[in-house]
């Protein structure tokens, strides 16, 4: 079975532009949770989806925006770059039918913002 | 909400050693207890989970013991190899698909 595929792997952007990265669950699995790893906060939980809809979401600003279609594919979008959003986001894919499932990760997108 | 701590952040082993990381948790809701190992350039890979009905697991190497009273959970890696090098984490949830990692174990087994 194929795992988590993240897209793209290396981004590079500049302030104030947007970025949209994208994820594809391992097959069969409903949940997409999203999440930020950066060396001074470590891994932190940005949001999580099931069946399109956004079912928790961590404490980040409303420029932290994602969706997922009903294929469970899921994108993220960060808009109005800031320097501190350089990190590596990861995403997690899981069966979604309990809050306690095995999540999975991806190999991640590295967004560098200069 | 949740707040995880893990020690030590970094641990320096001999190969054939054993290792031992230790975490804990803030919230007594908290049920499920899983430990990722990271390498360079790759996403984390979850090793071994525990839930809050158990209170150690093992496979083959590794364990995993969980006190809930004392809200604390512990990861052993018995006999380390130059292969268990990496950066390990902890984490925690109280059942709402959201997990609080600790900030994480850089392990260096020496050769």
């Known amino acids: 079975k194929a795992g988590v595929t993240q897209t793209p792997r290396y981004l590079i952007k500049t302030r104030g532009q947007q970025v949209t990265l994208s994820c594809s669950p391992i097959?069969?699995?409903?949940?997409v949770s999203w999440y930020q790893q950066t060396p001074g906060q470590g891994l932190q939980f940005l949001f999580e989806y099931f069946s399109e809809t956004q079912r928790n979401k961590g404490n980040f600003p409303g420029r932290f925006s994602g969706r997922q279609f009903s294929n469970s594919r899921s994108e993220m979008n960060v808009s109005t770059l800031e320097l501190g959003d350089s990190a590596l986001y990861l995403c997690?894919?899981?069966?979604?039918?309990?809050?306690?499932?095995?999540?999975?990760f991806g190999p991640g997108t590295r967004l560098t913002v200069l | 909400g949740e707040n995880v701590e893990q020690h030590p952040s970094t641990l320096s082993v001999q190969e054939g050693d054993s290792a031992v990381i230790k975490c804990t948790y803030s919230?007594?809701?908290?049920?499920?207890f899983p430990w990722y190992k990271q390498e360079l350039g790759k996403g984390p890979q979850l090793i071994i989970d525990?839930?809050?009905?158990?209170g150690e697991k093992k496979d083959q190497r590794i364990a995993v013991t969980l006190n809930k009273t004392a809200k604390h959970f512990s990861l052993h890696i018995t006999e380390t190899q130059p292969e268990d090098s990496a950066v390990y984490f902890c984490?925690?949830?109280?059942?709402?698909?959201?997990?609080?990692f600790g900030a994480g174990t850089t392990v260096t087994v020496r050769a």
């Open positions: 919230d007594s809701a908290s049920n499920y």
């Open positions: 525990i839930r809050s009905n158990v």
């Open positions: 984490a925690a949830s109280r059942d709402d698909y959201k997990l609080s």
């Open positions: 997690a894919s899981s069966p979604g039918t309990s809050g306690t499932d095995t999540q999975y």
């Open positions: 097959s069969g699995h409903r949940s």
